[in-house]
Structure formats: structure tokens, C-alpha cells
């Protein structure tokens, strides 16, 4: 062999190693669950029913064909729906697009689906964060004509503001949810604590009571990823503060937004673990689940788990608030996720029109609230917290109906996914204390500004 | 008469048969490894944002491997991974030889021992990362409770939540699951190294040191830099570590975690794939500065 072949081979063979090993830059990789960017907070519920028919049963000769993509998440509790739909008349017939539970996963697949103008999903159930990003790149259809302005009344809010871009609705709200603070009720009773702290200035004061007999005072989620966003918007919300105002502009570096960050870094190490800036919802769920804590911030649905008592030790003394504020008077709002229904815009009219036949029928009253009964999740209907057979079954809605009436959205902008990736990174160090407050706001507020341009 | 370079029929004859029996595995590696690389290469050079569908996606040259240089993340980021790359391949180098040395004596049990130590090498890196994260957790944390107990520390600390912390947190994850692996490839490479060397130089008065520097180490340079190379790739590419136990906070974002970023969750494939092509440069660099000190061995047979 010449020495020159021998020169070529070796540099061909370390060719072939780098292809094969350089492979993870380019390849498509899942995001990890932690990362996720829903806090759809899907609750598995032990009562629910499989259904065998789903997407088994035949279409009628001169139905409708749509198909429905969905989070597997609420994958049986979907199903026994789209069975119902089916039975209920002959011209449209759904059919299931069932997705992995993972809401990063479910939009990579939207977005890959979207760009190659691909007509296999009609319906799909997208992450609230996302309408924004999907109404401006001009993926999904309008839906101003769908409702009646009586009949958005009836959805929550929050939910309908999240679904609306630029002053269009892009979205119907199927389901939604809400952090709570959750509270040791037989703590405050312990320190002769009648009425339930509203600030955070009360709660602070509270937990001086009964330092004996845990180690914080608040419990909630600080590690560089989309939960601590959520916490940090909250935590802003309560001083007054806002990530972009009415207008769109970026207003990260207020002084209200200083402040509140501000407390949020103080917290860490005196009346929160020095850990939060670690914490995703499961480790600040497990100090107050061992009683370590006074508070903790989480999802709505995690009060079935705070007082089961296999998993928890403070069950049967778990109360639920509203967030805390800084003023007296004010009210805490909570951060709103959920899924919402939005049809492709490169189908045609007879399926765009069927499409929205049948998010018009999953999202009325009657079937979000049998949806909820098997599947526990927040309804974005107003009418159903207040149901009696739905109260039966879910007893927290009674306090829970209020906080999630006062829910917030994150910041609706076409480019969430960075405009996240910039809170989560500067705001992380501050709370680390790697950076001042001011200076890593600073930061923050350029890079927004940066991206809203 | 022949000479090397005037080949009969039937030579020829069996160089064709050679490239018709390499023909499916050639195809294969051009379908699965070429064109993606060709691809994301391709791409590199357009302005690319999935969210954009109205630009038309147009081609600006290299104007995205600029904006990386003037990307003072993706710089930080790059900054880090060499860090990174340096301090595990080296302790994973000497952790080991070390264990290989040990492996290759002869005692009770050493069958069981060389499968035990490939336990962290077998477990998927997520998996071992979730695991680790469980261990520096700042209330169970089994890191602190050691520590803890040693005297070592008087309270439990947030490892992960320092840039110092995250930094050697990561470290330690890593050693630990890839020093297995090392150990196994030296331990290869000493297995054929012949005991009449060691016998021979013993009889000239040759003392463990001087053995081992003298035979042990210049003829172990090829398996050794052979480990090297596939550790040191794999370390440059580090990403599912990083994205399961920090997440890339406290200054511990890799390159690969940052391209990943800009692919999957920013959408922009341009600025991404110019990333990911770079990332593809660097490794080639490497492979070829190892194959440099491999003078060309790996591929010739003399």
C-alpha cells in the first residue's frame, strides 16, 4: 500500500468517526421532561376508563375524515370523547392522533408537520405558550367567527387571553391550570393564625410562629428551566410588575421587577431551601410533603397527592390559597398552562369546517364537563367549578375557582420559546447571586428587546 | 515478473469484488452519515427560522458562522466544553490506567470484578444523570449525608447550585460513568503486551518503576491514544449529562446543549446547523491531531 493511500485512508476513517460521532449537534433530540415548557400537570387518575373502540370504529361511508392530534396524557379521557362525538352524529367522524405526554415533544412534531405543509392532522391540542409562535408563523386559522362574544364569556379569562394574538383568536381553550399556594392548615391553627395570610410579608410573620417545627417558610420551583419562569412571573405579578406590557414592549428591568427579584434571591437560603434554585415541581414538592415547609408553590392538581396519605406526611392538613402579594388588599395571580384546540391552516374548507364543528362541541359546557369528571383536569369553562357532581368529585374547585379566575398568562410573544430561554438563564443567576439583580435584568431586558424587534 | 504496482487479472478481479461486498455498508454510511452532515452543511448557509416561513429562507454564505464569533454565548459555551473535555478525559485517563493495572493482575474474582465496573458505563447516561441529581439533592442527598457524616461539611449544601458545585458535580458524574470504559480499553491493551519483556527486564535488575516506564507506557501509547480519541470526542459532545443535571445553568452549558437550543426550541436550523457544523470541525480537528500522534497506524498494517 503507497504512502499516500495510507494517508488518505487514515483521514477518511477519522472522517467517518467524526460523521458518526458529531451526529448529536444535528440530530433531532427529545428535550428532556424537566424541560418541559407546559405545565399541563396531567393528574392519572385511577378512575378512568379505557376505551376499546377509539379510533377502532369505522367512519361512515360519507362522513368527514378529521383527525385530532392530542398529548397521550389525557390520552384515554380524549378518547372516550372523540367515541362520543362519533356516536352522537354521522357526518363528521374524528379520529385519534395520539402524542407522547410531553409538550415540547408534541410541538416539535406540530411544528415539523406545519412547515412541510402537511395535511395528516386537522385538530390539534396545543400548549398555551405556543398560540402565539403558531398564530404569527401563520400555522393555524383564525376563530373569531366561532364564538359569540357570550359564549367566550363563558371560558375563563385567562384562558381566552391566551388564545388571542394580536387581537385574533387563534385558539379555543380546552383545558386549562393554575399554581396555588398550598399551606399547613394545622400549623397556622398551632399558632392561633384564624385568618390565612395574604402577603408575603403575613406568611413570613407566620412562619417566625412555628420555626420549630419546620425549617421554611416557602417551598417553590428556582432551577433554570420553564417552571422557574412561571415562579418568577408570579413572583413579579405580585409586586405590580410585568415581563411586556399592554403594548408588547419588553419592561423586564423595572424597578417593581428589580424589587421582586430582589425578594425572590432573599428568600433562597433564610426562608426558602437554599435549594430551590435546584428545584423543578417534584423536589419542592417533596420538602413540604415531608413537612419541612409552611408553604409550597406548585400546581392545582398536586393537592391530591399533598394529602394522600401513602405519599404524604402532612395529608388531611393541606390547605389551598391564593399566591401571595405584596400589598395588603391586592390579589395573587397564578400562572395559567393548559392545552388549547387549533386547526391547521393548510386544510381544506369541508375539513376546516368539521374541524371546528367539533372543537366547538369540545369545548361546550356539557362535554368539558364530563371531560373533567374523568380526567381531572382545570375545565376552561367558569360554569363547571361551581357544578355539583363535579364538586363531588373534585372538592378543591370550591377554593380553587377563584385563584384560577385571577390566573395570568405568561408573556404571548411569537418568540416564547427564547424570550423563556432568556428569563430562565439571567434570572437563574440572580437567584444563584452569580449576578446583581440589576445587572442580570439588565441583560434580560436587552435580549427581549432584542427579540421582540 | 510482478511488481506492486502491475496487478494480474485476478487481483483486479478480487478489487472488484472487495468494493461490490463494501457496496451496501458504503451506500448505507452515505445515507445515514453523509447526507445528513452534507445537509446540515447546506443549511448552514441559509437564514433559516422555522418560524419565519415568509422569508423564503434565503442564502447568505457564511454569514452565520460570523455571528457565531460574535455570539458571546455560543464562545462562553465553547469555552466551557474544553474545560470540560480536558478535566474528565484526564482524570478518566488516570483513574483508568490505574484500575486496567489492577484488572490485569492475576486474583480471585477477577472476572467478576472487570463486569461490576462496567455497571456505570451500562447504565444510559439520562438514567445516571437523574440518579446523581437524586444525589446532590440539598434535603436527601446521599453526597451530603457522606460528607456530612466524614466531618467533611457542618450542613448540607445545594451542590448544584453553584457555578463551582454544578461544575464538579459534573465532573464526578462523568468520571464515573465513563473510567469504566477507559479501564476496559487499556485493560485490552495491556492484555497484549508480552510477558517476556517484563521477564527479561526483571532478570536485568528492572525495578516496578522502571518497567513500567520503560515498557509498560511506550508500547501501551497506541491503545492508550486509541482511548483518548473516543473519550475525548464523546466528551466534546456531551449532552445529555449536562441537559438532565444542570440543565446548563451556572455556566455549565455545552456547546451541544446550545445547538440543540437553537435547533429544537428556537427553531432557527440556520444559525443552528452552522453550530452543529462547527461542532462537527472541531471533532474532525481532534480526530485528526490523535491520528497525527497514531502516525497514520490505525489505518496502514505494518
Same mark, same amino acid.
Given at each position: 500500500m503507497k504512502k499516500s493511500t495510507k494517508k488518505l485512508l487514515a483521514a477518511l476513517l477519522a472522517m467517518t468517526m467524526a460523521f458518526g460521532l458529531a451526529a448529536c449537534g444535528s440530530d433531532v433530540e427529545p428535550a428532556p421532561a424537566a424541560e418541559s415548557a407546559a405545565e399541563t400537570e396531567i393528574e392519572a387518575d385511577g378512575e378512568q376508563q379505557p376505551t376499546e373502540?377509539?379510533?377502532?370504529?369505522?367512519?361512515?361511508?360519507?362522513? +368527514?375524515?378529521?383527525?385530532?392530534?392530542?398529548?397521550?396524557?389525557?390520552?384515554d379521557a380524549t378518547r372516550e370523547m372523540i367515541d362520543k362525538f362519533n356516536a352522537s352524529q354521522s357526518d363528521i367522524f374524528v379520529e385519534s392522533y395520539s402524542l407522547p405526554h410531553d409538550a415540547n415533544n408534541l410541538h416539535d412534531d406540530f411544528v415539523n408537520k406545519m412547515v412541510a405543509q402537511d395535511t395528516s392532522v386537522d385538530v390539534m391540542a396545543l400548549d398555551v405558550v405556543y398560540v402565539s409562535e403558531f398564530a404569527a408563523a401563520g400555522w393555524v386559522n383564525p376563530m373569531d367567527d366561532l364564538y359569540t362574544a357570550e359564549e367566550l364569556d363563558a371560558f375563563l379569562p385567562g384562558t381566552v387571553s391566551g388564545a388571542t394574538y394580536n387581537g385574533t383568536l387563534y385558539a379555543a381553550p380546552w383545558f386549562t391550570n393554575a399554581s396555588a399556594l398550598f399551606y399547613r392548615t394545622d400549623l397556622l391553627e398551632q399558632a392561633g393564625i384564624?385568618? +390565612?395570610?395574604?402577603?408575603?410579608?403575613?406568611?413570613?410573620?407566620?412562619?417566625?410562629?412555628?420555626?420549630?417545627?419546620?425549617?421554611?417558610?416557602?417551598?417553590?420551583?428556582?432551577?433554570?428551566?420553564?417552571?422557574?419562569?412561571?415562579?418568577?412571573?408570579?413572583?413579579?405579578?405580585?409586586?405590580?410588575?410585568?415581563? =411586556?406590557?399592554?403594548?408588547?414592549?419588553?419592561?423586564?428591568?423595572s424597578a417593581e421587577n428589580i424589587e421582586a427579584t430582589q425578594?425572590?434571591?432573599?428568600?433562597?437560603?433564610?426562608?426558602?431551601?437554599?435549594? +430551590?434554585?435546584?428545584?423543578?415541581?417534584?423536589?419542592?414538592?417533596?420538602?413540604?410533603?415531608?413537612?419541612?415547609?409552611?408553604?409550597?408553590?406548585?400546581?392545582s392538581g398536586t393537592w391530591n397527592v399533598f394529602n394522600d396519605e401513602a405519599e404524604s406526611n402532612v395529608a388531611g392538613n393541606v390547605g389551598m390559597t391564593f399566591l401571595p402579594v405584596s400589598e395588603e388588599g391586592d390579589t395573587g395571580h397564578s400562572c395559567m398552562g393548559g392545552l388549547d384546540l387549533v386547526t391547521n391552516v393548510w386544510i381544506d374548507d369541508a375539513h376546516k369546517e368539521a374541524a371546528n364543528t367539533f372543537i366547538k362541541w369540545m369545548t361546550s359546557e356539557?362535554?368539558?364537563?364530563?371531560?373533567? =369528571?374523568?380526567?381531572?383536569?382545570?375545565?376552561?369553562?367558569?360554569?363547571?367549578?361551581?357544578?355539583?357532581?363535579? =364538586?363531588?368529585?373534585?372538592?378543591?374547585?370550591?377554593?380553587?375557582?377563584?385563584?384560577?379566575?385571577a390566573g395570568n398568562t405568561r408573556p404571548l410573544s411569537p418568540n416564547?420559546?427564547?424570550?423563556?430561554?432568556?428569563?430562565?438563564?439571567?434570572?437563574?443567576?440572580? =437567584?444563584?447571586?452569580?449576578?446583581?439583580?440589576?445587572?442580570?435584568?439588565?441583560?434580560?431586558?436587552?435580549?427581549?428587546?432584542?427579540?421582540?424587534? | 515478473?510482478?511488481?506492486?504496482?502491475?496487478?494480474?487479472? &485476478?487481483?483486479? &478481479?478480487?478489487?472488484?469484488?472487495?468494493?461490490?461486498?463494501?457496496?451496501?455498508?458504503?451506500?448505507?454510511?452515505?445515507?445515514?452519515?453523509?447526507?445528513?452532515?452534507?445537509?446540515?452543511?447546506?443549511?448552514?448557509?441559509?437564514?433559516?427560522?422555522?418560524?419565519?416561513?415568509?422569508?423564503?429562507?434565503?442564502?447568505?454564505? /457564511?454569514?452565520?458562522?460570523?455571528? $457565531?464569533f460574535s455570539d458571546q454565548r455560543a464562545m462562553t459555551d465553547i469555552v466551557f466544553t474544553i474545560k470540560f473535555t480536558i478535566v474528565t478525559?484526564?482524570?478518566?485517563?488516570?483513574?483508568?490506567?490505574?484500575?486496567?493495572?489492577?484488572?490485569?493482575?492475576?486474583?480471585?474474582?477477577?472476572?467478576?470484578?472487570?463486569?461490576?465496573?462496567?455497571?456505570?458505563?451500562?447504565?444510559?447516561?439520562?438514567?445516571?444523570?437523574?440518579?446523581?441529581?437524586?444525589?446532590?439533592?440539598? &434535603?436527601?442527598?446521599?453526597?451530603?449525608?457522606?460528607?456530612?457524616? /466524614?466531618?467533611?461539611?457542618?450542613?448540607?449544601?445545594?451542590?448544584?447550585?453553584?457555578?463551582?458545585g454544578s461544575f464538579m458535580a459534573l465532573v464526578i458524574t462523568d468520571v464515573w460513568k465513563t473510567a469504566p470504559y477507559m479501564a476496559l480499553l487499556i485493560l485490552a491493551g495491556l492484555q497484549m503486551l508480552p510477558e517476556e519483556l517484563y521477564e527479561s527486564a526483571k532478570l536485568d535488575g528492572a525495578n516496578v518503576i522502571q518497567r513500567f516506564f520503560t515498557i509498560t507506557i511506550?508500547?501501551?501509547?497506541?491503545?492508550?491514544?486509541?482511548?483518548?480519541?473516543?473519550?475525548?470526542?464523546?466528551?466534546?459532545?456531551?449532552?445529555?449529562?449536562?441537559?438532565?443535571?444542570? %440543565?446548563?445553568?451556572?455556566?455549565?452549558?455545552?456547546?451541544?446543549?446550545?445547538?440543540?437550543? &437553537?435547533?429544537?426550541?428556537?427553531?432557527?436550523? %440556520?444559525? %443552528?446547523?452552522?453550530?452543529?457544523? /462547527?461542532?462537527?470541525?472541531?471533532?474532525?480537528? $481532534?480526530?485528526?491531531?490523535?491520528?497525527?500522534?497514531?502516525? %497514520?497506524?490505525?489505518?496502514?498494517?505494518?
Open positions: 373502540t377509539a379510533g377502532e370504529a369505522e367512519a361512515p361511508a360519507d362522513a +368527514v375524515v378529521i383527525n385530532f392530534a392530542y398529548d397521550e396524557g389525557v390520552g384564624a385568618e +390565612v395570610p395574604t402577603t408575603w410579608q403575613g406568611w413570613q410573620d407566620a412562619y417566625e410562629k412555628v420555626k420549630g417545627d419546620v425549617d421554611y417558610a416557602f417551598s417553590f420551583q428556582g432551577i433554570q428551566g420553564e417552571a422557574m419562569v412561571c415562579d418568577w412571573c408570579e413572583f413579579i405579578w405580585s409586586f405590580g410588575g410585568q415581563v =411586556l406590557d399592554e403594548n408588547g414592549t419588553a419592561v423586564c428591568n425578594f425572590m434571591a432573599d428568600l433562597i437560603g433564610t426562608y426558602a431551601p437554599e435549594g +430551590v434554585t435546584t428545584y423543578a415541581e417534584s423536589e419542592s414538592e417533596q420538602v413540604f410533603k415531608e413537612g419541612k415547609a409552611l408553604t409550597c408553590r406548585t400546581w356539557e362535554t368539558e364537563k364530563e371531560f373533567t =369528571l374523568i380526567s381531572s383536569q382545570p375545565p376552561a369553562v367558569k360554569a363547571i367549578y361551581s357544578d355539583a357532581d363535579v =364538586l363531588e368529585k373534585i372538592p378543591f374547585y370550591t377554593d380553587f375557582f377563584a385563584i384560577i379566575e416564547y420559546a427564547e424570550v423563556s430561554d432568556a428569563i430562565q438563564r439571567n434570572v437563574h443567576m440572580a =437567584l444563584t447571586g452569580e449576578q446583581s439583580v440589576e445587572d442580570a435584568l439588565n441583560a434580560l431586558q436587552g435580549e427581549v428587546e432584542a427579540l421582540s424587534k | 515478473m510482478k511488481t506492486s504496482s502491475k496487478k494480474s487479472a &485476478q487481483e483486479r &478481479q478480487d478489487a472488484k469484488v472487495a468494493w461490490l461486498m463494501m457496496a451496501p455498508a458504503l451506500l448505507i454510511l452515505s445515507v445515514i452519515a453523509l447526507y445528513p452532515v452534507l445537509r446540515t452543511f447546506w443549511l448552514s448557509l441559509h437564514e433559516m427560522s422555522l418560524k419565519n416561513p415568509g422569508s423564503g429562507y434565503p442564502f447568505i454564505g /457564511l454569514r452565520n458562522y460570523i455571528e $457565531i478525559v484526564v482524570l478518566e485517563m488516570f483513574i483508568g490506567f490505574a484500575a486496567a493495572l489492577v484488572m490485569n493482575r492475576a486474583f480471585k474474582g477477577r472476572g467478576i470484578v472487570r463486569a461490576a465496573i462496567l455497571i456505570p458505563w451500562a447504565i444510559p447516561t439520562s438514567v445516571s444523570a437523574m440518579m446523581w441529581k437524586f444525589i446532590y439533592n440539598d &434535603q436527601y442527598g446521599m453526597f451530603n449525608d457522606v460528607l456530612y457524616r /466524614l466531618g467533611i461539611i457542618d450542613g448540607y449544601k445545594a451542590w448544584l447550585s453553584s457555578a463551582s511506550p508500547l501501551m501509547k497506541r491503545p492508550l491514544l486509541v482511548a483518548l480519541l473516543f473519550r475525548t470526542l464523546d466528551a466534546f459532545r456531551v449532552f445529555d449529562l449536562i441537559s438532565v443535571l444542570t %440543565g446548563g445553568a451556572n455556566g455549565t452549558e455545552s456547546i451541544c446543549v446550545y445547538a440543540h437550543k &437553537q435547533l429544537m426550541s428556537f427553531l432557527d436550523f %440556520g444559525y %443552528g446547523s452552522a453550530l452543529a457544523v /462547527l461542532i462537527f470541525i472541531v471533532v474532525f480537528i $481532534i480526530s485528526l491531531i490523535y491520528m497525527f500522534f497514531m502516525g %497514520g497506524d490505525l489505518a496502514g498494517d505494518d
